[in-house]
């Protein structure tokens, strides 16, 4: 099997729809809730979650033959929680600001059912390089709703994107104002249900019976 | 499956431990020093805004050297502390202590046109974590300069907008002392400060616990100052 074939190809993009992290398998929510308010910590969230999964994915399946079953959720953790604790050394040190505003976030990785929920299912029973696509995949189709819900949120909870101005000041003038309830974590978890709304009403498929 | 031994278990479990344990160490050891870099520029950010001025995380360290022109640490009676540097005071530890017992650093500021500010540190406990930030007075030691706060988890919108400039532009200019005498620290009024009292200002709504802990923080962080202050105001 080539390492960029149609089946690893496949793996990599079915977390964008049809298996998405968030919206299909509703995993993953807390932290969708939590570092929405803004783009820029959304990104560095999912981003340092595609890593953490693709890493982990990839060193747990290099250990698979080896790892005692018994031990082997305990040693799934071990190996999450230590890319977890690098990753959010790294961010301490070369990006500060976005590590304080996602402060505890970063730490809570650890328990986003993602990680664990590709370990048990992908990784403990597949070869080390689809494993490392699905992590990346799974990563990608994370932040790719992260992203979506903190565009919005941005845009119309504080008229910016990116901590620029995009909303010119003409609106404010005109009367137009920030809508507050967009900064509140329950609309991040409508927002969610929209997309999840909009999803289904495209992919017949999802539809429970 | 495979059936491995207890050895194997114990001793698969033991290596692997030990090999995390050392890579994050190691980690944790090169980073560090960017980490603790990160912290001080922080901190002296935070300090040239209470006097307010706004520097970006470059240029933070080079206005610190030309603003924050002197610093002392103090005990209770107001006498300085020899060898104490006020930077490194660390101010959760010191509030662990009992009032008296206290070392409490004041930074001094020259601004372009000569003139000095004295600022104080200030740490407190907000409705979900520490809030903290800094106090400035003008030359008479009972005038806000400006002031500057920030905090670790209030709720955003609420408790977290004491970070912002709507909220601590109006401590400018307020007064701690009641007659130049009497400590009365400012007070954060739920419902909106009274127009033209000099000790107090408005708090924010819905962040009533928060505005409260402010409250409590200025007072808290203020009192032990008093000796040094009336005595030494010009």
């Known amino acids: ?209 | 499956m495979k059936n491995f031994s207890n050895t194997y278990t114990v001793v698969f479990s033991s290596v692997m431990v030990f090999i995390v344990a050392l890579l994050l160490a190691v980690a944790a050891l090169k980073l560090k020093p960017f980490q603790d870099k990160n912290i001080e520029v922080e901190k002296k950010q935070n300090i040239l805004a209470s006097v307010n001025i706004t520097s970006t995380p470059q240029n933070a360290v080079n206005l610190y050297e030309k603003y924050i022109t002197d610093s002392y640490v103090l005990d209770a009676k107001g006498e300085t502390i020899k060898d104490a540097d006020a930077f490194t005071v660390d101010l959760k530890e010191e509030l662990g202590k009992p009032a008296s017992m206290r070392r409490l650093p004041l930074f001094v500021s020259t601004m372009d046109n000569g003139t000095h500010q004295y600022i104080v540190p200030l740490r407190g406990k907000g409705l979900w974590g520490p809030i903290w930030g800094y106090i400035s007075f003008e030359k008479d030691l009972n005038t806000v300069y400006g002031v500057n706060f920030d905090h670790q988890g209030e709720t955003p919108g609420l408790g977290a907008e004491i970070k912002e400039i709507w909220f601590q532009q109006p401590f400018k200019g307020k007064t701690i002392f009641e007659d130049s005498v009497k400590f009365v620290s400012i007070k954060v009024i739920k419902g909106g400060a009274a127009p033209g009292n000099k000790h107090e200002v408005d708090a924010i709504s819905g962040g009533t616990i928060t505005s409260k802990s402010l409250q409590a923080m200025l007072d808290t962080c203020l009192v032990p100052y008093q000796t040094y202050f009336l005595k030494n105001r010009k």
């Open chain 1, 1 to 209: 099997m080539s390492m960029f074939s149609s089946k690893n190809f496949k793996l990599f993009t079915s977390p964008f729809n049809l298996q998405n992290p968030i919206t299909v398998q509703v995993l993953g929510i807390c932290s969708a809730l939590a570092v929405t308010v803004k783009l820029k910590p959304a990104l560095v969230m999912g981003i340092s979650v595609t890593v953490v999964t693709a890493f982990s994915n990839l060193i747990i399946s290099y250990m698979r033959e080896y790892i005692p079953p018994r031990i082997r959720i305990i040693v799934q953790l071990v190996i999450v929680a230590a890319l977890v604790i690098l990753v959010d050394q790294i961010l301490r040190a070369f990006v500060y600001d976005v590590s304080k505003q996602l402060s505890v976030y970063v730490g809570l990785i650890i328990t986003n059912c993602i990680i664990m929920g590709r370990l048990e299912a992908y990784a403990m029973a597949n070869k080390p390089w689809p494993s490392f696509i699905d992590g990346l995949g799974n990563g990608f189709g994370y932040a790719m709703i992260l992203a979506i819900i903190a565009t919005v949120r941005e845009l119309l909870g504080s008229g910016t994107l990116l901590g620029h101005k995009v909303i010119p000041e003409s609106f404010y003038a005109g009367g137009y104002m920030n809508n507050g309830m967009m900064i509140m974590p329950p609309m991040a978890l409508i927002l969610v249900g929209l997309i999840i709304w909009f999803q289904r009403s495209r992919n017949k498929e999802l539809i429970e019976k």
